[in-house]
């Protein structure tokens, strides 16, 4: 099992900043990837941004450019975000993904609590 827990939401203004961390404690050596979705009031969860093995990263559209996310340790995973708009408005959770290949090859998805960001105009 992984355990998840966020830190650094709050409420910014348009055009501000905030950073986002995420550690994860449990089995976190078969972790291959970490990073970040958000949920937005009346939608569905979406993908925002990605680390994977060898620090590969996959970022949403709308925060490209913006958003920044980097694992610093095995255990650890950020998400700078600067020039916030309203519509990044949402509850941010963080995602780890376990894989197992013995006996076969079973991937494991975990999620933190979330944290709100509130962006005003």
């Known amino acids: 099992q992984v355990q998840l827990v966020e830190s650094g939401g709050g409420l910014v203004q348009a055009g501000g900043s905030l950073r986002l961390s995420c550690v994860a404690s449990?089995?976190?050596?078969?972790?291959?990837?970490m990073g970040w979705y958000r949920q937005a009031s009346g939608k569905q969860r979406e993908l925002v941004a990605v680390v994977g093995e060898g620090g590969s990263t996959n970022y949403a559209d709308p925060v490209k450019g913006r958003f920044t996310v980097s694992r610093d340790n095995p255990n650890t995973v950020n998400l700078q975000m600067n020039s916030l708009e309203p519509e990044d408005t949402a509850v941010y959770y963080c995602?780890?993904?376990?894989?197992?290949?013995?006996?076969?090859?079973?991937?494991?998805?975990?999620w933190g609590q979330g944290t709100q960001v509130t962006v005003s105009k």
């Open positions: 995602y780890a993904r376990r894989t197992l290949f013995w006996p076969h090859r079973e991937d494991n998805d975990y």
């Open positions: 449990g089995n976190i050596f078969t972790i291959n990837t």
